[in-house]
């Protein structure tokens, strides 16, 4: 069965971390909606939607993607590198300890779901403004025991790995490449978004289908060719919390 974790909109989303670009006016009625079909679209791909209450006090909560990560045998609970995002990790743990054991990083480590692209037995991790060396290496402590390896990957200009790029199946990973250093990815196809589509390479594969944002129709296109079914959202108003398609939902088999 396939879970998708999602948390609705805060009330307070206005004062949400911003990290690469400028802060623009919210319409809390327009993320609501947006957020809304995002969960449909996750349904109409065959997930069971678990959908979290709002958090009021936690502006960027609806982006339960960064306070966990989850692989096949547990679920490892992050220490945000955003402090004032760090309680929103408890109501999520406790969603998440239903399909999965929990760990949990500790201090000095520092790490968000948004910067993890796993690929099979390997997670390639971003080192960002968000997640350090300690707690790469506390994710990696956790996750050898189960035969998964963690590989760092330079982030560069940009909030997270996963904002640089994502893994879109068969080898193939979609790529801002001036965000990221591409070399811990070289044995991989390097799939360029459209150049004038910077933020496109957010993107959510699951089965034979990528969720992308409507608003990056050129990349769209670029998918579209890889014989794949491309299906478009609206995360305009998301996208001003500086969001993409995968942070706002957590989706693994149970």
């Given at each position: 069965?396939?879970?998708?974790?999602?948390?609705?909109?805060?009330?307070?989303?206005?004062?949400?971390?911003?990290?690469?670009?400028?802060?623009?006016?919210?319409?809390?009625?327009?993320?609501?909606?947006q957020?809304?079909?995002?969960?449909a679209?996750?349904?109409?791909?065959?997930?069971?939607?678990v959908?979290?209450a709002a958090?009021?006090?936690?502006?960027?909560s609806v982006?339960v993607?960064?306070?966990?990560?989850?692989v096949?045998?547990?679920?490892?609970?992050?220490?945000?590198?955003?402090?004032?995002?760090?309680?929103?990790?408890?109501?999520?743990?406790?969603?998440?300890?239903?399909?999965?054991?929990?760990?949990?990083?500790?201090?000095?480590?520092?790490l968000?779901?948004?910067?993890?692209m796993?690929?099979g037995?390997?997670?390639f991790?971003?080192?960002?403004?968000?997640?350090?060396?300690?707690?790469i290496?506390?994710?990696?402590?956790e996750?050898?025991p189960f035969?998964?390896?963690?590989?760092?990957?330079?982030?560069r200009?940009?909030l997270?790995?996963?904002?640089?790029?994502c893994?879109?199946?068969?080898?193939?990973?979609?790529?801002?490449?001036?965000?990221?250093?591409?070399?811990p990815?070289?044995?991989?196809?390097?799939l360029?978004?459209a150049?004038?589509?910077?933020?496109?390479?957010?993107?959510?594969?699951?089965?034979?289908?990528?969720i992308?944002?409507?608003c990056?129709?050129?990349?769209?296109?670029?998918?579209a060719?890889?014989?794949?079914?491309?299906?478009?959202?609206?995360?305009?108003?998301?996208?001003?919390?500086?969001?993409?398609?995968?942070?706002?939902?957590?989706?693994?088999?149970?």
């Amino acid at each position: 069965m396939l879970i998708a974790i999602t948390r609705a909109v805060s009330p307070a989303i206005n004062r949400c971390e911003l990290g690469f670009i400028e802060r623009q006016e919210i319409s809390l009625a327009k993320a609501e909606e947006q957020h809304r079909l995002y969960e449909a679209c996750l349904a109409e791909m065959g997930a069971e939607v678990v959908s979290l209450a709002a958090e009021p006090d936690y502006p960027d909560s609806v982006f339960v993607e960064d306070p966990a990560v989850v692989v096949d045998e547990v679920a490892v609970m992050t220490r945000m590198g955003a402090e004032s995002r760090r309680g929103e990790s408890e109501s999520l743990a406790c969603a998440l300890e239903r399909y999965r054991p929990l760990r949990h990083l500790r201090e000095p480590a520092t790490l968000e779901g948004g910067d993890v692209m796993r690929i099979g037995r390997r997670l390639f991790v971003g080192t960002s403004h968000r997640s350090n060396r300690a707690g790469i290496e506390q994710l990696a402590a956790e996750l050898a025991p189960f035969g998964y390896t963690v590989i760092p990957v330079e982030v560069r200009g940009a909030l997270h790995l996963k904002t640089a790029c994502c893994y879109v199946g068969d080898g193939v990973i979609l790529a801002n490449r001036d965000w990221l250093d591409t070399a811990p990815l070289r044995e991989f196809r390097i799939l360029d978004i459209a150049p004038d589509e910077p933020r496109a390479a957010n993107v959510l594969a699951i089965g034979d289908s990528i969720i992308a944002p409507q608003c990056f129709p050129r990349t769209a296109e670029i998918l579209a060719r890889l014989g794949r079914k491309v299906r478009l959202v609206d995360v305009s108003e998301l996208m001003k919390a500086e969001a993409g398609v995968t942070c706002s939902s957590l989706v693994f088999d149970y």
